[in-house]
Structures are given as structure tokens and as C-alpha cells.
């Protein structure tokens, strides 16, 4: 085994390899949560679109029905006008205007009704929507406070695993660290392996020139494989 004071890239790299591993299953809930929540999220949206376009009918509605209760008056006070016209001509005027003010009441009162017509109709399809979003949205649920508890406990153990890593990494010379960090950094899952039983590099497994094998075993110094570039360290015989 290993001496506990400092540590090897091995060991490094085991650590980082679970790190990566567990980054993975965490970048995996997101789609998992958004995939989940997607009917229902999907029916919340159109129950707030049809909230929106009912106020702007009530709007309007109530618009045309102030516009008709103004048109009514006007209505009324012509029909008053009408008893004391002084002559003929003044009557055919204020009949005329009585005539377009009426036909434009008509025309409101139409509209008013097919609005209000529309208006009954999207309640109806907005208490459907909202009772199909709930059920959707109570289905998932459960589903989704486990997921998000399960995103809880991975974010705990990443933690852990994190701090495991900077405590382990501290027990390693800085000149290998540096070494290590510079070929993990090139993107490779791999920066270390170790010389299989024959003599070869464990990664590519091109031959290790028998020398460079001893001073491998022997530990002496960091030796990176001529053909592939990974950091080599002995065997499982000699080392961790
Ligand atoms: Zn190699």
C-alpha cells in the first residue's frame, strides 16, 4: 500500500474519474426535470394565455357596453328633442342623427353579445385547462421532489468527493501535479496508467523501452509513454 504522507496521480486520477462521473449523473437531471415538467408546464402556459385574452374580452366588452349606455342616452335625449322640433326640416334632422345613432347601438349591442357569447365559452375551456394542468402538474410531483432530493444527495456526495480531491492533491509533489494537470487538461479522461506485466504502456499499450521500464518500476521519476503521451507509473506489483 501506500504511504500515507503523499500521494500518487493513481490515486488522483481514481478520485478525479469519480468526480467526472458524478458531474455526469448531475448534468443528467436537468433534462430528466425539464422532460418531466413538460406537459405541464405546457398546459400552465396556455392557461395563462387564455387568462390574458379572457381580460382583454372583458375589456372590451365593457368598453362596448359604456359606449351603448352613452348611445342609449343620446337615444333618449333625440326622442325628447323629436316633441319640440319647430318645423319639418329640424324633425328630419334629428330623426337622421336618431336613425345613425340607433343602427350604431344595434351594431354594439351585436357585437357585445357574440363577445359575450365568447367570453362563456373560454371560462368553460379555462376551467378545463386549469383542472388538466393540475391533474398534470400533481401526477409529476412525487416524481420530481425525488428527483430533486436524489439532485440533493448527489450535490453532497460531489462535494465531498470535491474536497477529498483538494486534500489529496495537496500530498502530491507540484511538479507531477502540474505534469498531471497539464494532460487532463488536453481534454483526456486518462493522464496516468500504469506499465502492464510485459513491459507496455497501459493505455496504448505500445512497448516500453526496457530501460525506461526499470526507471519506471523504480519510481525515480515521472515518465510519460513516448508513442501515446500518458504519464506512466509501475505496475500493480510495485505500486498502489
Ligand atoms: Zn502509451
Redesign the pocket.
Known sequence: MMDESSGTLKGLQDIDLLLEKARARMEEFDPLLADLEKPALALEEEVATLKNRLQEMKLEERRLEHSADARRSRTRMLQERLKSVRNLREEAAVQAELDLVRRALEGEEHEALALLDHIRKAEVRLEELQLAAKVARDEVEPRRIELLKEREVLAEELAILEDRRKVYAARIPAGELRSYERIRGGHRTLAV?SLTPDGA?G??F?MVPIQIQNEIRRGAALIS?E????LLGPGEEGAP
Open positions: 496508467a504502456c493505455y496504448c505500445n509513454c508513442a501515446c503521451g500518458i
